[in-house]
Nanobody, 123 residues
Framework: QVQLVESGGGLVQAGGSLRLSCAAS????????MGWFRQAPGKEREFVAA????????YFAESVKGRFTISRDNAKNTVYLQLNGLKPEDTAVYYC????????????????WGQGTQVTVSS
């Protein structure tokens, strides 16, 4: 059974930083991408960042480019999302996802989802 467990969310002032972690277990062969999505109150879930499970290619939403980075530790089956230069509009529940689809920015490409971790940025 696949499990994705996020951690690292919290309350931070604008301009601050957080590091989110996603610990994965039970992943089966064939997972291509690990991604992060977020959902703010009253808004649809949106893509934030993704990385290939093997290789170095990373993908970012325009709104977070230059501020967020994504990395992984395959030995620990963990993916990280470093959030720097946080803005109030980054406030959302952040979800980790794993998928076999071919489009890393599309939520439909992801087969497994974590429960989410809240990030709140105060102005």
């Amino acid at each position: 059974q696949v499990q994705l467990v996020e951690s690292g969310g919290g309350l931070v002032q604008a301009g601050g930083s957080l590091r989110l972690s996603c610990a994965a277990s039970g992943l089966t062969f064939g997972v291509l991408f690990m991604g992060w999505f977020r959902q703010a109150p009253g808004k649809e879930r949106e893509f934030v960042a993704a990385t290939r499970w093997t290789g170095v290619t990373a993908y970012f939403a325009e709104s977070v480019k230059g501020r967020f980075t994504i990395s992984r530790d395959n030995a620990k089956n963990t993916v990280y999302l470093q959030l720097n230069g946080l803005k109030p509009e980054d406030t959302a529940v952040y979800y980790c996802a794993a998928g076999r689809g071919s489009r890393p920015t599309a939520s439909a490409s992801y087969n497994y989802w974590g429960q989410g971790t809240q990030v709140t940025v105060s102005s």
